[in-house]
Nanobody, 124 residues
Framework: QVQLVESGGGLVQAGGSLRLSCAAS????????MGWFRQAPGKEREFVAA????????NYADSVKGRFTVSRDNAKNTVYLQMNSLKPEDTAAYYC?????????????????WGQGTQVTVSS
């Protein structure tokens, strides 16, 4: 029932910035915890960042801490991932996901709904 649509990916040089957006429909967005994950070819999906239903709790992977910021606007049913100081190793397909239990979980198994993904490519 819940649809998630990511946008904002693209090609950027190392050191540049992108902002990803994830728009939700079909459910109660304000009650969901929202997470961002990424997957590069030949690698497992990895956690990037997450935010609780209220925005009061955020979690970040060590690899992006200090460079990425997750936020949400419940009035717009949208979660964001601001990515600064991008590195080639950030290149991946980025997915947003929703957890109806409202946490900011590191674990993909806690998320029930997933978007289609948006590609981020960082050139060196």
């Amino acid at each position: 029932q819940v649809q998630l649509v990511e946008s904002g990916g693209g090609l950027v040089q190392a050191g540049g910035s992108l902002r990803l957006s994830c728009a939700a429909s079909g459910g109660s967005f304000s009650s969901y915890g929202m997470g961002w994950f990424r997957q590069a070819p030949g690698k497992e999906r990895e956690f990037v960042a997450a935010i609780s239903w209220s925005g009061g709790l955020t979690n970040y992977a060590d690899s992006v801490k200090g460079r990425f910021t997750v936020s949400r606007d419940n009035a717009k049913n949208t979660v964001y991932l601001q990515m600064n100081s991008l590195k080639p190793e950030d290149t991946a397909a980025y997915y947003c996901a929703a957890d109806r239990f409202g946490s900011a979980s590191y674990y993909h198994v806690n998320y029930e709904y997933w978007g289609q993904g948006t590609q981020v490519t960082v050139s060196s």
